[in-house]
Each structure stands twice: as structure tokens, then as C-alpha cells.
């Protein structure tokens, strides 16, 4: 996923929910009529499908209507960025149904029906660009990716189905690497971009909630407190491959290797709080893992343990 995409999308997860807040907390509250509780969804329905309209709009005249057209086609993409680009489609299409499940709800509308309506909004956001990326040239659509966008979309629901809760995220963390210097058309130029763009320094990660998962309902070991299993890359200066140079200058060959970490979480979304505004951003919030300590297994066997992982 390129980084306009991206960027896209986390504009897209940051709106669902400042939506939610914005449009329906002043009158929510106030009056529980089934009138008010439909005039909410109407107004969440309305602005999600404003900001699905808008992001596509803005995505293909901004990116796509640049490159050559072509007919619909195919492009497998698998073994790109070892895989991590995939994870980063699940992530999104897990967050941006969670947050408008969390959107209908706070508008009033019930378990069932939000997540009926709410939690495909990811998957359906994200195979209309793969839509556009088979129309295009330079790219193509991908089953891998449809794949990726299903199985993100499938935890959510699926949790909500059987659970009525999320007892397992997905999150994202980063931190700077030394790659980018040497592709930084590829990997970013300053921090926002290698944040979007750099996936050496991306960890996708599962959160467990440890209580809901493996205790009972009465027991006082924290609610917030998670156990995270993290995936990342490293040594990628390409996608597919590493590139040998750059702008005339030679790069240092790097070994590629898929890095596991094991690593503390708190589920921001469980912690406590009375006030509407710090719940809804404790819960955006929650899309990040925050620096804890990890232990990091790489496919060459190689252990290592980190005081602060981020």
C-alpha cells in the first residue's frame, strides 16, 4: 500500500470517530426517543458515506488519475515487504469497522444492527481501491489483499458476534530505522513519511486481553492489562527484492527477516473513565501499542530482548 493510500485511510479512521463525537453528543444524552436514535444513525450513515465519497474522489484524482489506464487485471503481490503490507490491510480493515461500529452505537442504534452496518465499512472502503488498482497500470487488483481486507474485517465481526466485545485488536507501532537514507523515494524522507512508508520500522500487532480471555468476570487482575504478539520486517530496501543502488550510489545489502515480538500491552479502551470525551479518545488512541517491553524472535534465529519496543 502506497503512501497516499495511507494516508487516506488513517484520515478516514481518525473521521469515523471525531464524527461520532461532533455530530451526536450534544442532543445523544439528552433524549433516548427512538426519533433522536434515528436521527443519529441518519446523521452517522450520511457523513460515513460523505467521507467514503470524498477519500475516493480525492484518492483517484489525486493518485490514480495520474498513471496510465489499462483494462481490468490481475497482479499478485503476496511476497511483497514480506507480508507486511497484507497485515497493514487487516489492520485497517479491522479499525475502520470497529470505529464505525463504535460511531452507530454511540448514535444510539443497537448491537446487532451496528454491527451488521458498521463492521464491513473497512472492507468495503478498501476493495474500491483495489478496484482502482486494477484499472491501473502500474498495479493491479489483489486477491491477496481482499484476502488480507476479509480476514481484518472478519475479526472484528466475529468477535462482536460471539463476544459482544473485542478481546483480541489489532494494533500499530513504529519506530525509525536506518533504511531510509538509502531509498528514501521508497521508504520516506522525514518522519511522517517513514511512519507511513518505512515497513522496517512497522510492528502490526495481535492484542490479548488477558481477563476476558482467560478469567472469570470476577477476578481483579486488571482489565486493561493485554498480552501482544507483534510482526514486523527488517532489511527491506525494496519490496519484492533489494535494490542495489540508488541515484548512482551503491546500497549496503541487508538480509531480509520477519522479526516475532512478544510484549505487554494495556487495552486503552477498558480503562475506566466517566468522561465521554477522554473515553471516545482512549479508544482512538487505542489503534497504537504503546513502548513496553519485548522479546523479538527473527527467522534466522536470532533473539533479542528490549527494555522499551516501540
Not at 60 to 82: P, T
Not at 171 to 179: E, I, L
Not at 190 to 201: A, P, T, V
Request: hydrophobic share 40%.
Amino acid at each position: 500500500m502506497n503512501s497516499l493510500k495511507q494516508i487516506i485511510i488513517f484520515i478516514s479512521l481518525i473521521s469515523c470517530i471525531k464524527t461520532s463525537d461532533a455530530q451526536i453528543n450534544n442532543n445523544l444524552y439528552i433524549n433516548d426517543s427512538i426519533n433522536k436514535v434515528k436521527k443519529n444513525v441518519a446523521i452517522i450513515a450520511g457523513t460515513e458515506a460523505a467521507i467514503y465519497a470524498g477519500t475516493m474522489s480525492g484518492l483517484y484524482f489525486l493518485w490514480y488519475a495520474g498513471y496510465e489506464q489499462s483494462s481490468f487485471h490481475f497482479h499478485n503481490d503476496n511476497a511483497d515487504w514480506l507480508q507486511m503490507d497484507k497485515i497493514g490491510h487487516s489492520m485497517s480493515a479491522y479499525q475502520l469497522g470497529l470505529l464505525s461500529y463504535e460511531a452507530f452505537r454511540l448514535a444510539g442504534w443497537d448491537e446487532k444492527h451496528s454491527m451488521l452496518y458498521g463492521g464491513p465499512f473497512g472492507f468495503l472502503y478498501l476493495t474500491t481501491v483495489e478496484i482502482f488498482d486494477g484499472f491501473s497500470s502500474g498495479w493491479g487488483f489483489s486477491w491477496g489483499d481482499m484476502i488480507a481486507n476479509a480476514l481484518g474485517t472478519g475479526l472484528f465481526m466475529g468477535q462482536q458476534a460471539l463476544w459482544h466485545e473485542q478481546r483480541i485488536s489489532m494494533k500499530y507501532s513504529f519506530h525509525p530505522t536506518q533504511y531510509p537514507q538509502y531509498r528514501p523515494d521508497l521508504l520516506g524522507s522525514n518522519f511522517i513519511e517513514q511512519m507511513l512508508k518505512d515497513y522496517n520500522g512497522q510492528t502490526i500487532w495481535l492484542s490479548f486481553n488477558i481477563k476476558s480471555l482467560f478469567l472469570n468476570d470476577d477476578s481483579r487482575f486488571p482489565a486493561w492489562l493485554n498480552i501482544a504478539l507483534g510482526y514486523s520486517g527488517d532489511g527491506m530496501t525494496g519490496s519484492f527484492y533489494n535494490a542495489t543502488s540508488y541515484n548512482g550510489q551503491e546500497i549496503p545489502q541487508f538480509n531480509r527477516t520477519r522479526q516475532f515480538i512478544l510484549s505487554p500491552d494495556i487495552d486503552l479502551s477498558r480503562i475506566p473513565v466517566n468522561n465521554k470525551f477522554l473515553k471516545s479518545a482512549l479508544k482512538l488512541a487505542n489503534v497504537i501499542k504503546l513502548p513496553m517491553p519485548a522479546l523479538m524472535l527473527d527467522s534466522e534465529g536470532r533473539f533479542s530482548a528490549y527494555w522499551i519496543y516501540f
